[in-house]
């Protein structure tokens, strides 16, 4: 786990332990509450990951737990807490939690009920108001807690994500260039597909990373004194989520490729890998001074057309290769002015 992560549910931890902790003293001392454990567990329950989590969970769990109040008042007054009444107060809770809109914490109502069955809980009209008077007190401070004890926003998460995708895809076709430099080789051409492969995998991950920004963006005080970039984060995502699409077609041609060439086509394959290595250079440092590769891509084909360096045959792979390469050419170059906007 990164420092980063370490850091962040360091922090979470703490944020629980000062919001339960607290509120278990507002119910000891200030309520002399006669049930202390319901208002923490219940700050407990919404110190969520996100400001909106928290805001949202907040407002199911005093539905739920209010829910699990009343269930478990009607049925220990009017039944008396047996075997087959407590099941019974277990099944109905469980059933409540299908409610539509309480899914997230329909489960508390359950809970909430058992809990308070197992301590004999038979009270009337004004202990009914503590316990849900207690319940506020518990959303209320982990809600207040999560909103004013620096509230959790991803961005620099999502940077470094975003990041670290992008350099290591910039690697890999630098590696790419520098292995069909020498000669076209089926078995590296092979090697590329699988690094490919892991980098759609890690790209896959990375969109949780993003989109769990994006959620902590919302309702978020700390906004108010900081931009927010996450679309732009989101943006170039796309664009290695695409561009990863044509690396992947590109490394099969690669596959289809014979070792054996002609001197044309030696050329041909000079030039596509020095192309491949100026892209490179550009994914890795979008302010590299280069010259732009699509200008190259286009110049390649009418040139080696002019010049007869190619044979008829060979035109349908090497069209394929210059294809696929315009293509992330020209993805990195939006990813590339998405990154340099990030940055200022």
Avoid at 179 to 186: A, I, L, M, V, Y
Avoid at 192 to 199: D, E, G, T
Avoid at 279 to 286: E, F, G
Avoid at 307 to 330: D, F, K
Wanted: with cysteine; proline share 4%.
């Amino acid at each position: 786990m990164r420092r980063t992560d370490l850091a962040l549910d360091a922090l979470q931890v703490f944020k629980t332990a000062i919001a339960t902790t607290g509120t278990w003293w507002i119910c000891v001392n200030l309520l002399d509450s006669q049930m202390p454990f319901l208002a923490p567990w219940i700050a407990f329950l919404v110190l969520q990951p996100t400001v909106s989590g928290s805001i949202t969970s907040g407002f199911q769990t005093v539905i739920a737990s209010g829910l699990g109040v009343l269930l478990s008042s009607a049925i220990g007054t009017y039944i008396g807490v047996e075997v087959w009444s407590y099941a019974l107060a277990l099944v109905l809770g469980m059933l409540g939690s299908r409610i539509p809109g309480l899914r997230q914490e329909g489960a508390t109502i359950a809970t909430t009920a058992v809990f308070l069955l197992s301590t004999g809980f038979t009270e009337d009209g004004p202990a009914l108001l503590d316990r849900m008077l207690e319940i506020s007190i518990g959303v209320v401070i982990g809600v207040g807690v999560n909103l004013l004890i620096v509230p959790p926003l991803r961005e620099k998460q999502a940077a470094q994500t975003v990041e670290s995708l992008r350099i290591r895809m910039g690697e890999i076709m630098a590696e790419i260039s520098d292995d069909f430099k020498e000669e076209w080789d089926r078995d590296k051409a092979l090697e590329s597909s699988k690094a490919i492969q892991q980098l759609r995998n890690d790209l896959d991950q990375s969109w949780s990373t993003v989109q769990f920004a994006r959620n902590s963006r919302r309702r978020n005080p700390r906004l108010l004194f900081q931009g927010s970039s996450s679309e732009k984060y989101e943006q170039v995502l796309t664009g290695l989520d695409e561009t990863v699409a044509h690396l992947r077609n590109l490394t099969r041609t690669l596959e289809t490729t014979s070792s054996s060439e002609s001197p044309r086509e030696q050329r041909f394959r000079e030039r596509w890998s020095a192309i491949l290595k100026t892209i490179a250079m550009r994914i890795s440092d979008p302010n590299a001074d280069v010259e732009p590769s699509v200008d190259q891509l286009d110049r390649l084909a009418p040139e080696m057309v002019a010049e007869n360096q190619l044979s008829e045959t060979s035109w349908p792979l090497y069209g394929a290769l210059i294809s696929s390469t315009r293509n992330i050419s020209v993805l990195i170059d939006q990813m590339s002015t998405a990154t340099e906007e990030q940055r200022t």
